[in-house]
């Protein structure tokens, strides 16, 4: 039988900290899937340099959706709608670097929109009795850098399958069970959808 793949990312910690709940969560989520479908996580350093690459590198033929995490400081599950071309030149990794430039992608538009039902996500989080919103701005740092870097590759390889972003809160604005429950609700979702359509 061939697999269908959802391949999850979430963050290691940003500088100066001990822990993300993008990585954390997702570690405890246990999406229930269908027959056919397999989970795969990937974990992120918070790095300029290798973020990205480490999951572009791992879709593959069997990828057909691409579910990325990360911590944002905030209330709610964000889905967001929006991956710009612009970072925050100022935002340090925890290399001790910055990315030193005015764009993401030279050769890339000003902003990319997730491939993710958004509507149809906010639904099945909020039914969870879980405080989720539509974000249209993923911020300046390595989240939005991997999902506009994500977004590019999908169409400049004219890749087939669906992915965008979901921010978390922080484990101290909401408990990582409860973050866990909404990735698996994501998870689900996404694939119902995409089951749908085929």
């Known amino acids: 039988m061939i697999m269908a793949t959802v391949l999850t990312s979430g963050f290691g910690p940003f500088p100066g900290c001990s822990d993300n709940a993008s990585w954390n969560a997702l570690g405890a989520a246990q ?21 990205a690459d480490t999951l572009l590198e791992r879709i593959d033929q069997e990828t057909r959706i691409v579910l990325a995490f990360g911590q944002a400081d905030d209330d709610p599950i964000r889905i967001e709608r929006f991956a710009i071309n612009a970072p925050d030149a100022t935002l340090i990794d925890t290399d001790g670097e910055r990315l030193g430039r005015r764009t ?4 890339g538009p000003p902003a990319y929109e997730s491939g993710l039902p958004i509507t149809e996500l906010v639904d099945a989080i909020a039914a969870e009795g879980i405080p989720v919103t539509e974000s249209h701005y993923a911020g300046g740092y390595l989240c939005n850098f ?53």
Do not use: K
């Open 31 to 51: 999406p229930d899937l269908p027959p056919g479908w397999n989970l795969q996580r990937v974990h992120l350093d918070v790095a300029w340099s290798r973020a």
């Open 146 to 198: 991997t999902f506009y870097r994500l977004m590019h590759f999908i169409a400049t390889e004219q890749a087939e399958l669906i992915a965008g972003f979901i921010h978390v809160p922080p484990a101290d604005r909401l408990n990582l069970t409860t973050t866990a429950r909404a990735i698996q609700r994501a998870i689900e979702t996404a694939i119902d959808v995409v089951g749908c359509a085929e």
């Open 104 to 107: 993401l992608c030279a050769e």
